[in-house]
């Protein structure tokens, strides 16, 4: 009571005048109404800025040359160079086009597929039958990369993997996908889609179940057969949602799967696989290059960034909502 | 209901029998997995295991078990796993509770705070010099902290709440219920849908992370599971050296074969943990995701 009298009077011997006094014991009163709330708030904030924004500002070394002893604040300011080092690197305009390409080719397949999987899902009338479904379709998400790596390498195998089988079953020659380059590519966006799309499919689905049936019933007594329904009523209900999560998926364009590539790469195959982030990892953390691998990560964060709000405006320019 | 044409009788047929297709291909890498680790080294080495296994032994099951590393990694990422989904599903829902309340000043301004970790991250070498200078590389602490709370889980977390009646609230406000009382008492025993939901995607997060071992862990000792196991992948004939596996051990067992069990004992958690878990996530992640 004592504290809340005492800023009154500062306040208001303030020549700020009535307003600003009035917001300020607003304030206070607030703070005091929900000091519970901010007591649960708290540790949640606190592991955000230590463990989200403090990176953040890490990325400062980017800027300068980073020296261990002296740590972040005390390194000397260098400018643009780790950048000029970056964009010299010789191998850099080949690892900025694979990160691309790799990311471009799992957008351009996966997403569609995600959606024709869904509503596909969508058409399955017997719901025991479609959640059965469902179930399996999202059990290879949550199997890890390195499990899969293991598999897909055991499956992938030249002399006894699966694939392989198969392969010489119909007459052809085995192939070592591998350490094939041009077969790599391919190989990640398979397996890319195979571990993640029945995941995609879940928000898609929430959405469907969510328009509203009288618009079949119309479009029934319209004569609309399935596909027609499928076409003129699902999709545009659901296409708000589609463009939401293509923003995202933009935002994403430069993770390219970190976790796939880096365990499933080697160097037969570095040329069409080496992208951003592994490199980021061998010349940064591996070779304590840290200026010049922040340097990489602040290139790949900012261009995704930038491609989020480019996209959001297009969107909205043409008569959507985006994200914001 | 309109009866169906031909036409649409055909596509149903189809897509049922597509659905079969796609969840047989979803499922086939399991059972080759299960039947190549449980087959006789001697017969699965010659090729054409495809669709059942070929003899039988356990031999490779009992090496997995006896590895030492690989229990190590086992007991690492338990109790990462544990203890990490513990915290963060407690800390998720406290975050997300507090800034679900409109009343609350600055609530938009730390929900932006959170939103904004979504688009824009220091990225790798920032994440590894913040935990280097926190001392905490070579600690569990490192693979539990770093990733505990994630702004996509306290969002989906803060919609369950906002969906929940305030009037629930100002009755328990009436009857003299604390705020800290309303949610411990109240909130989080109406949100067992939405803390499952969240408890399984952190819980198999920290259960399949294998990039922080990399990053922060050198002590082979404190590796997590995931690493141990991408070693034994990678370079099972010097684990199974370095396990004293003997020339006339190898008979019953192969590289392959010891691989396959390793992956199986990995996977069993997440295959036990998931069926029973499942049915609350659909409905978990969908009020998360639709409102967004």
Known sequence: MMKVKDLELKAASRPVGKAASGRLRWLVRDLKRDKALYLLLLPGLLLILVFKYIPMYGLVIAFKEYNIFSGVGASPWVGLLQFERLFRTPDFTKIFANTFIISFLKLAFGFPAAIVLSLLLNELRNMAFKRFTQTIVYLPHFISWVIFAGIITIFLNPVDGVVNFVLKAFGGQPINFLTEPSYFRPMLVVTDIYKEIGWGTIIYLAAMSGVDPHLYEAAIMDGANRFKQMWHITLPSIRPVII????????????AGFMQIFLLYNPLVYDVADVIDTYVYRKGILESNYSLGAAAGIFKSVIALALIVLTNKIVKKTGNDGLW | M???????????????????????????????????????????????????????????????????????????????????????????????????????????????????????????????????????????????????????????????????????????????????????????????????????????????????????????????????????????????????????????????????????????????????????????????????
């Open chain 1, 244 to 255: 939401i999560l293509f923003i995202l998926s933009l935002g994403n364009i430069l993770e």
């Open chain 2, 2 to 292: 309109i009866k169906n044409t031909p036409g649409e009788k055909i596509f149903i047929a189809v897509n049922y029998v597509f659905m079969i297709f796609v969840m047989m291909m979803m499922l086939y890498p399991f059972w080759y997995l299960f039947m190549y680790s449980i087959s006789d080294p001697k017969l699965s080495a010659t090729g054409g295991l495809f669709l059942k296994p070929s003899g039988f032994s356990l031999a490779s099951y009992s090496l997995v078990f006896n590895n030492v590393s690989f229990l190590s990694g086992f007991r690492v990422s338990f109790i990462v796993t544990i203890a990490g989904t513990l915290m963060a599903v407690f800390f998720t829902a406290t975050t997300a509770y507090a800034i679900s309340k409109k009343r609350l000043r600055g609530g938009t301004f730390f929900t932006f705070i959170f939103l904004f970790t979504m688009l824009f991250n220091g990225g790798i070498v920032p994440s590894y010099l913040l935990v280097k200078d926190l001392h905490l590389l070579d600690s569990l602490w490192a693979l539990i902290l770093p990733n505990m709370l994630g702004a996509w889980n306290i969002l989906v977390m803060r919609t369950f709440f906002a969906g929940i009646p305030e009037e629930l609230e100002e009755a328990a406000k009436i009857d003299g219920a604390s705020t800290l009382r309303i949610f411990f008492s109240i909130i989080l025993p109406l949100s067992k849908a939405v803390l499952a939901t969240i408890g399984l995607f952190v819980a198999v997060f920290y259960w399949n992370d294998f990039f922080s071992t990399i990053l922060y862990i050198t002590d082979k000792n404190k590796w997590a599971l995931q690493a141990v196991l991408r070693d034994i992948v990678n370079n099972a004939s010097s684990a199974m050296q370095s396990q004293g596996v003997s020339i006339g051990y190898q008979q019953t067992v192969s590289e392959n074969t010891v691989k396959m069990a390793s992956i199986v004992v990995a996977t069993l958690p997440i295959l036990i943990v998931y069926p029973f878990i499942q049915k609350y996530f659909a409905k978990g992640a969908m009020i998360g995701s639709v409102k967004g």
